[in-house]
C-alpha cells in the first residue's frame, strides 16, 4: 500500500498555514505514545526485574550486559527493515504487526527455564517492538510542522515517561510474589502489547508523507511520494548535521543507567528489587517534566533564538545529565528516596532531548527520507551504542564495580558529547536551509 501526501487532497492554496494542521494529528499523537510505551517498557521493566531473574536463573550482571546488547544487536538492522515493510503495506499495519510479535516473544520470555531461551525471547522481542522508533517519529514530524514538531515531540515523550513511569514499578512488583513473580511480569507486558496494537487499529489514521510541510503542502508533492532509493538513503551520511547527530548517540552515556540503575542500587547500594525499582517513578516524573517543559523551551528558543537555541538547549541536556549521574551515583546515601531525587534529576535531563534532538533531525532531512533518517540514527546508530555499552560495562562492572563504570562513561561520555554537539553551530543553520530550498525549488 502507498501512502499519499495529505496536503496533495488541497491544492488550492500552496503553503497556507491552513494545510499545515494536518486531520486527526492530536488522536495520533495519543494512539502512538501507546505504542511507544510499549517499546519504552520493553527495556526498561526487562532491566528492573532482571535482579530477580538473576536470582531465578542463576545469572549475573554479565549476563544483563549480554541480554541487553544481544536485543540491541539484533534490533539494529530491524529498524530500516520495519520502515521498508511500511512502505509496501502501510506504517498502520506495521505498528500493528510490531505489537504483536513483540507480544508473542514477551510471552516465550516468560516462561523461559534457562538463560539461552531467554536471551533469546528477549532479543526477538526488540527486534519486534524498534520497529515502532522511526515509523512514530516520522509520523509526528509529518504531522506537525517545524515550529510545533519540538511541543508536539515533548507531549508525546512526556506521556510516554508518564505511563513508563506507573507500568515500569507496577511490573516490577510482581517480583516480590514468589520466585516467579518476573514471568507473571513479563506476561503483563505482552498483554500490554496486544492492547497497544488493537487501540492502533481502530484509531490510527496515517496522515502521508510530508503532510505537515508547507513547503509541498497543496503542490505537487511527487517528490514526497516516491520511495527513497539506497543511494539517496546513503546519501543522509552527506549532511553534516546529521552525521553529528549519529556520532552522538556513541557518546549517549546517560544509556547505562537505565540498563544497570536498578542493578547498582540492589548489589552496590543494599536495597531490594522491589524498593530499588521505585526509583523509575521519579525518573519518570522527571522525564515527564522535562518532555512537556522542554517542548515549550524548544518552541520559545526557536522564536527568539531561531537555529542556535536548539543547539545550545540539547548541549544542557548533556551536561544536566552529567551532573545528577555524578551525585546520584558517587556517593552513599541513607534510604531510597534521596537516590529517588537524583533519579529525578536524571529523568528531567533526558526528557529534554526527544523534544529537540528529534526536530533536528527532521529538518536537516528530506520529508521521505525521514522514516529511514530516524531508523538509522534510532535503531542502528543507537543499538549499536546500547550493545556497546551493555556488553563493556557488564565486563567492567564485575571487574571494577558499577559505581566506576557509571563515572567514567555515563558522567565523562555525556561532557564529551556536549563539545561535539557545538559543531552543530557551524553546519545545522546551513542544513535547515538546504533542505528549504529544495523544498521550495520541487513545489515551483
Request: positive net charge; glycine residues 10%; aromatic residues 10%.
Amino acid at each position: 500500500m502507498t501512502t499519499k501526501t495529505q496536503g496533495n487532497t488541497n491544492p488550492s492554496t500552496p503553503g497556507t498555514a491552513a494545510e499545515a494542521k494536518v486531520p486527526h494529528r492530536w488522536r495520533n499523537l495519543a494512539t502512538l505514545t501507546g505504542v511507544m510505551v510499549v517499546d519504552n517498557t520493553e527495556a526498561s521493566a526487562t532491566n528492573s526485574i532482571f535482579p530477580a531473574i538473576a536470582s531465578s536463573l542463576h545469572l549475573d550482571s554479565g549476563h544483563l550486559g549480554i541480554m541487553t546488547a544481544a536485543g540491541k544487536v539484533l534490533s539494529a538492522p530491524f529498524g530500516p527493515i520495519w520502515v521498508k515493510i511500511s512502505d509496501k503495506i502501510g506504517r498502520k499495519a506495521t505498528l500493528v504487526l510490531t505489537g504483536l510479535f513483540g507480544a508473542l516473544f514477551g510471552a516465550m520470555a516468560g516462561f523461559a527455564n534457562g538463560w539461552t531461551m531467554l536471551l533469546i525471547s528477549v532479543a526477538l522481542m526488540s527486534a519486534s517492538v524498534i520497529g515502532a522508533q522511526p515509523i512514530v517519529n516520522a509520523v509526528i514530524a509529518d504531522s506537525f510542522d517545524d515550529k510545533e514538531r519540538g511541543k508536539a515531540s515533548g507531549i508525546l515523550y512526556g506521556s510516554i515517561n508518564g505511563l513508563a513511569a506507573l507500568v515500569g514499578p507496577a511490573l516490577a512488583q510482581f517480583t516480590g510474589i514468589d520466585s516467579n513473580g518476573w514471568r507473571y511480569a513479563m506476561w503483563t507486558l505482552s498483554g500490554i502489547m496486544v492492547v497497544a496494537s488493537i487501540i492502533v487499529i481502530f484509531a490510527f489514521k496515517d496522515p502521508g508523507v510530508g503532510a505537515s510541510d508547507i513547503q509541498v503542502s497543496g503542490a505537487n508533492a511527487k517528490s514526497v511520494d516516491e520511495k527513497p532509493t539506497m543511494k539517496e538513503i546513503l546519501g543522509l551520511f552527506k549532511i553534516p548535521s546529521y552525521t553529528i547527530m549519529m556520532i552522538s548517540r556513541f557518546l549517549s552515556g546517560h544509556l547505562l543507567i537505565p540498563i544497570f540503575g536498578i542493578q547498582f542500587l540492589v548489589l552496590e547500594r543494599g536495597f531490594t528489587n522491589a524498593t530499588a525499582s521505585m526509583v523509575l517513578l521519579p525518573f519518570g516524573i522527571g522525564a515527564i517534566v522535562g518532555n512537556l517543559g522542554g517542548g515549550w523551551i524548544v518552541k520559545w528558543l526557536d522564536v527568539h533564538v531561531k537555529h542556535y537555541g536548539r543547539i545550545g538547549f540539547i548541549q544542557f541536556a548533556q551536561l544536566f545529565f552529567a551532573l545528577g549521574a555524578f551525585l546520584g551515583t558517587q556517593f552513599m546515601y541513607d534510604g531510597i528516596t534521596v537516590y529517588g531525587v537524583f533519579w529525578f534529576i536524571m529523568g528531567l535531563s533526558q526528557g529534554l532531548n526527544p523534544p529537540v534532538n528529534r526536530p533536528i533531525v527532521a529538518s536537516v532531512v528530506h520529508p521521505r527520507l525521514r522514516g529511514q533518517a530516524y531508523a538509522i540514527w534510532l535503531t542502528i546508530f543507537e543499538t549499536i551504542a546500547w550493545a556497546i555499552f551493555s556488553v563493556a560495562c557488564g565486563q567492567l562492572a564485575d571487574f571494577w564495580s558499577i559505581q566506576t563504570v557509571f563515572l567514567y562513561i555515563t558522567v565523562g561520555l555525556l561532557v564529551l558529547n556536549a563539545i561535539l554537539l557545538a559543531g552543530l553551530y557551524k553546519t545545522y543553520p546551513k542544513d535547515v536551509r538546504r533542505v528549504e530550498m529544495q523544498l521550495e525549488a520541487e513545489r515551483a
